[in-house]
């Protein structure tokens, strides 16, 4: 069985609260740097565990804390982005439901490296219960004298803010969020500068992930070295997976990066393989990232057997690769229809599309309407190659990521189930029923183009 | 000073200058060179945190600096991007980047009415000029258009919230000339509307300005509204002693024969205007007596307010489907006996 840092603990009674949390070794990371480390050892030591985000870019997180501008006299701040809305993403709920004290602990350490005395947890609106638990367990952390003011006589004062969003997808990306916390419309910002350097209120701030700052907590307890001993390449450590879809056995697992894909998907210790069908497709890494066959999931176009990590997932780039992106795992098996399950993305980044930039405000709803036409089986032939010239005029044409998340899951569907599209138009009867390959899995040609 | 070198053309710039100024300022040293001069939707040099959202002064940065010299991996929005010294910019060289301006330039006009045959801003329309240069000639767009009701706010000023591009710079003016801001954006993505807070009218000294700013038909003149379209006007500079604190009194008066058909502030080579001016100047004076008349204005720039002397700034593109040929047509028996 692979080692876990973060869910070790997580199946022990009373893990929730405080008492039972501190029994198992809880707030010990606290102990260790506030009384033995200077604030830029902690920086140390994430440098070295390699740790990259676990939001969804893999930014290395010491790079980023080493980014933070410190200017005398004005605060800084530590956001957790916990505003966890990419399509097919649960892991930060669970952490958060099951083990809030990982999150907060985290946070304190976190903030003693970066010399923050404010910081925020930024969460989702449908997340209400989840904000409930956080609180309950920022109070008890409070009452303990793990937060305040001059934590365990080090001098040092931190207060942590539960802020709950208001169900916008836009507020996850970094700057949008700010402005949210801000009290604004939460529109992203034109990057730079960027928020190390003028952030919530014009003051530098780091956003991470909430898996990010957990994993602060095995890096300052056992060291960065140590840490970094687990995974492969640049992709250090453990990370959390929310698998679902055609999946037997869906649900948010730990793993140790450089885990071989075919082990996650069939090996009972994970996924489970296929619920009775066969597998056509995976996602593995939330709706933004690009859908590949499962051929070319479990191996790479050159043959390799493909793993799970930063690298691995992404090799072939965009035309036979993926990424891991936040870890929203989800596998299609051959009753799926890739055109709805397209149409149905576009539909989501239609409705969270901010509106404040051209591309993205106009041509989210384009593909979201081409694709419905498509799907609903009054589709023509040249409506592929327009929902290919749409997605490519977003890309990189916008002011955030949200314009090439929209774009890419259908460039991806296009470019590897482009027969499948094509059978939407050649069989416009066929495919008005919903259930069109329930019945009659789509056979494909050929099988993809794998050296 | 930073030099910058855009579509080849080199010029040094003061620190923290942008590329979008860069380029004017070349094409103010010489007006053969203004074709480096990228488009401008939403950014105003006057209203401070303006640009970034239309995307169609994007550039492509094949050199980032001197210092750093690797290219810049996305195009970048040129109204908001400072020059570096030895930094090269494609504005017209880039095939790629023409074509990615094309798709903006598309995408903006999907949900446009193009009424402009009953648009009192037709003739300087930034949008008309945009899609002249930028467009195609017919759109691949075949679904319902989003569609708003035009609402008055304010007795002076039409909201026609169907034409509205979004650039956001009626929000800024709000914001940074009037006190009190009663206006801004509200819903999100393609059903983003400017609306005013629960129905407020608009009402203050310069609120005016919002019409001047805006680069499309939304915000338009109550006053003026389908009393001439604008190139039967005759645009004269004028100015009066206005004592609004703020206004220059500096204005242009768009005449037919000795009346007063509309007032708006002087627009430059690059569409804004020179200084912002107040209501009373823009409303209330509609009296050529009450105006010391400096001469006629020079307009230059737009597109269909040229009376057929305008001029591209680069050759477009030949369209894949050809428009039918006129003269051919012309030659048709039955149309020439009509």
């Known amino acids: 069985m692979a080692r876990k840092l973060l869910f070790e603990h997580i199946d022990k009674p009373g893990i929730r609260g405080l008492e039972g949390y501190r029994a198992n070794g809880g707030y010990r990371s606290v102990e260790k740097a506030l009384r033995t480390m200077a604030p830029e050892a902690v920086v140390e030591e994430v440098k070295k565990s390699g740790l990259r985000g676990r939001g969804g870019a893999g930014f290395p997180t010491g790079m980023k804390w080493s980014f933070l501008a410190k200017p005398v006299g004005v605060p800084r701040y530590l956001v957790v982005n916990a505003d966890e809305s990419e399509p097919g993403t649960f892991k930060d709920r669970y952490l958060m439901e099951r083990i809030p004290h990982l999150l907060i602990e985290g946070m304190v350490t976190s903030c003693f490296a970066l010399g923050a005395n404010t910081a925020f947890i930024y969460i989702r609106g449908e997340y209400f219960h989840v904000a409930r638990i956080l609180e309950q367990a920022i109070g008890e952390a409070r009452a303990a004298g793990w937060l305040g003011r001059n934590i365990l006589g080090s001098g040092f004062d931190l207060?942590?803010?539960?802020?709950?969003?208001?169900?916008?997808?836009?507020?996850?990306?970094?700057?949008?969020?700010?402005?949210?916390?801000?009290?604004?419309?939460?529109?992203?910002?034109?990057?730079?500068?960027?928020?190390?350097?003028?952030?919530?209120?014009?003051?530098?701030?780091?956003?991470?992930?909430?898996?990010?700052?957990?994993?602060?907590?095995?890096?300052?307890?056992?060291?960065?070295?140590?840490?970094?001993?687990?995974?492969?390449?640049?992709?250090?450590?453990?990370?959390?997976?929310?698998?679902?879809?055609?999946?037997?056995?869906?649900?948010?697992?730990?793993?140790?990066l450089g885990l071989p894909c075919d082990e996650f998907i069939n090996s009972d210790a994970y996924c489970g393989g296929v619920d009775g069908r066969a597998f056509k497709a995976v996602v593995p890494g939330g709706s933004s990232v690009p859908i590949v066959p499962y051929e070319l999931f479990l191996r790479t176009a050159a043959g390799e057997p493909r793993l799970m990590s930063y690298e691995s997932l992404s090799d072939g780039g965009f035309v036979s690769g993926t990424m891991l992106g936040s870890g929203g795992f989800?596998?299609?098996?051959?009753?799926?229809?890739?055109?709805?399950?397209?149409?149905?993305?576009?539909?989501?980044?239609?409705?969270?599309?901010?509106?404040?930039?051209?591309?993205?405000?106009?041509?989210?709803?384009?593909?979201?309407?081409?694709?419905?036409?498509?799907?609903?089986?009054?589709?023509?032939?040249?409506?592929?190659?327009?929902?290919?010239?749409?997605?490519?005029?977003?890309?990189?044409?916008?002011?955030?990521?949200?314009?090439?998340?929209?774009?890419?899951?259908?460039?991806?569907?296009?470019?590897?189930?482009?027969?499948?599209?094509?059978?939407h138009v050649t069989h416009r009867q066929k495919v008005k029923d919903p259930r069109h390959f329930e019945r009659e899995p789509f056979r494909r040609a050929a099988s993809p183009q794998i050296a | 000073m930073p030099k910058v070198t855009i579509d080849g053309i080199t010029i040094e710039v003061p620190e923290g200058t942008t590329i979008l100024q860069a380029a004017r300022m070349i094409g103010e040293r010489n007006r053969a060179d203004r074709h480096v001069v990228p488009p401008a939707m939403c950014y105003y040099s006057k209203l401070e945190t303006s640009g970034g959202y239309c995307r169609t002064c994007l550039v492509k940065v094949p050199k980032g600096s001197d210092k750093d010299p690797r290219p810049m991996p996305k195009p970048v929005p040129s109204c908001r991007t400072t020059v570096m010294d030895g930094m090269e910019v494609a504005n017209t060289t880039d095939p790629t980047l023409i074509d990615a301006r094309n798709g903006v330039v598309e995408m903006l006009l999907i949900n446009h009415p193009l009424d402009c045959p009953i648009c009192d801003q037709a003739g300087e329309c930034d949008l008309q000029d945009l899609s002249y240069e930028n467009g195609t000639a017919a759109s691949r767009y075949e679904f319902e258009r989003r569609?708003?009701?035009?609402?008055?706010?304010?007795?002076?000023?039409?909201?026609?919230?169907?034409?509205?591009?979004?650039?956001?710079?009626?929000?800024?003016?709000?914001?940074?000339?009037?006190?009190?801001?009663?206006?801004?954006?509200?819903?999100?993505?393609?059903?983003?509307?400017?609306?005013?807070?629960?129905?407020?009218?608009?009402?203050?000294?310069?609120?005016?300005?919002?019409?001047?700013?805006?680069?499309?038909?939304?915000?338009?003149?109550?006053?003026?509204?389908?009393?001439?379209?604008?190139?039967?006007?005759k645009p004269m500079d004028a100015h009066r002693d206005c004592d609004t604190s703020g206004c220059t009194g500096k204005v242009v008066l768009w005449l037919k024969g000795d009346e007063v058909l509309r007032v708006t502030g002087r627009k430059d080579q690059?569409?804004?205007?020179?200084?912002?001016?107040?209501?009373?100047?823009?409303?209330?004076?509609?009296?050529?007596?009450?105006?010391?008349?400096?001469?006629?204005?020079?307009?230059?720039?737009?597109?269909?307010?040229?009376?057929?002397?305008?001029?591209?700034?680069?050759?477009?593109?030949?369209?894949?489907?050809?428009?039918?040929?006129?003269?051919?047509?012309?030659?048709?028996?039955?149309?020439?006996?009509?």
């Open chain 2, 147 to 233: 569609t708003f009701e035009p609402i008055d706010i304010g007795d002076t000023i039409k909201l026609h919230m169907t034409r509205c591009i979004l650039c956001y710079r009626c929000v800024k003016v709000a914001e940074q000339l009037t006190d009190g801001r009663v206006h801004g954006v509200i819903n999100r993505g393609d059903a983003a509307e400017i609306s005013t807070y629960i129905s407020q009218a608009i009402d203050n000294d310069f609120s005016g300005n919002m019409i001047d700013v805006c680069p499309v038909g939304a915000l338009t003149d109550r006053t003026f509204r389908f009393a001439s379209r604008v190139w039967f006007t």
């Open chain 2, 270 to 338: 690059w569409g804004e205007v020179e200084s912002f001016i107040c209501n009373t100047c823009r409303f209330g004076k509609k009296d050529l007596a009450a105006w010391t008349v400096e001469g006629p204005r020079n307009i230059d720039r737009h597109s269909v307010i040229g009376q057929g002397h305008y001029t591209l700034k680069r050759v477009q593109p030949v369209l894949t489907s050809p428009a039918p040929n006129v003269p051919e047509l012309a030659k048709r028996k039955e149309l020439k006996d009509r």
């Open chain 1, 159 to 256: 207060d942590i803010h539960v802020h709950v969003g208001a169900g916008a997808y836009i507020c996850g990306e970094e700057t949008a969020l700010l402005e949210s916390l801000e009290g604004k419309r939460g529109n992203p910002r034109l990057k730079p500068p960027f928020p190390a350097v003028k952030g919530l209120y014009q003051c530098p701030t780091v956003v991470n992930n909430v898996e990010t700052i957990a994993a602060v907590v095995p890096i300052v307890n056992d060291g960065g070295e140590e840490y970094a001993k687990i995974g492969v390449g640049r992709s250090t450590g453990t990370k959390l997976i929310s698998a679902g879809g055609n999946v037997k056995r869906p649900g948010v697992y730990e793993i140790e």
């Open chain 1, 330 to 423: 989800y596998a299609y098996n051959d009753a799926q229809c890739i055109v709805r399950s397209t149409w149905n993305h576009a539909r989501f980044y239609h409705h969270e599309s901010c509106g404040q930039c051209s591309p993205c405000r106009e041509g989210t709803g384009w593909l979201d309407k081409v694709l419905e036409r498509l799907e609903l089986g009054e589709g023509r032939a040249e409506d592929i190659d327009l929902l290919w010239d749409i997605q490519r005029k977003i890309e990189g044409n916008t002011i955030c990521p949200l314009g090439d998340a929209a774009a890419w899951p259908v460039a991806s569907a296009i470019r590897h189930f482009r027969d499948e599209f094509e059978y």
